[in-house]
């Protein structure tokens, strides 16, 4: 089993950065490829950021494309989501993810094996 955890969530104004981290533990999270995906209020999850075990393939949805770094530090068992140039549309509650990868594995699908319970990210106007 993995647990995830998100934090650095928070309230920050249009145009701010933040990065946000999913935190490991029960097992090391560099057996996994990561994923973060975003829940905007009464609208359905959605793909942001995936990364592979080893942090030299990334994918990014289009909602934070060029806004958005994904990163790994699987010394730490940790996942990063940089966001720059927030967007009020940005408010969501963001999610991580992550898969035990046997063969290819589209990132931007909701079949990872474990998920988080979400850090809440509101971008102010």
């Known amino acids: 089993q993995v647990q995830l955890v998100e934090s650095g969530g928070g309230l920050v104004q249009a145009g701010a950065s933040l990065r946000i981290s999913c935190a490991a533990s029960?097992?090391?999270?560099?057996?996994?490829?990561v994923g973060w995906f975003r829940q905007p209020p009464g609208k359905e999850r959605e793909f942001v950021a995936g990364i592979n075990w080893n942090g030299d393939t990334t994918h990014y949805g289009d909602s934070m494309r060029g806004r958005s770094t994904i990163s790994r530090d699987n010394a730490a068992n940790t996942v990063y989501l940089q966001m720059n140039s927030l967007k009020p549309e940005d408010t969501a509650v963001y999610y991580c993810a992550a898969h035990f990868v046997l063969s290819t594995f589209d990132y931007t699908s909701l079949k990872y094996d474990y998920w988080g319970q979400g850090t809440q990210v509101t971008v102010s106007s």
């Open positions: 029960g097992r090391t999270l560099s057996a996994y490829a």
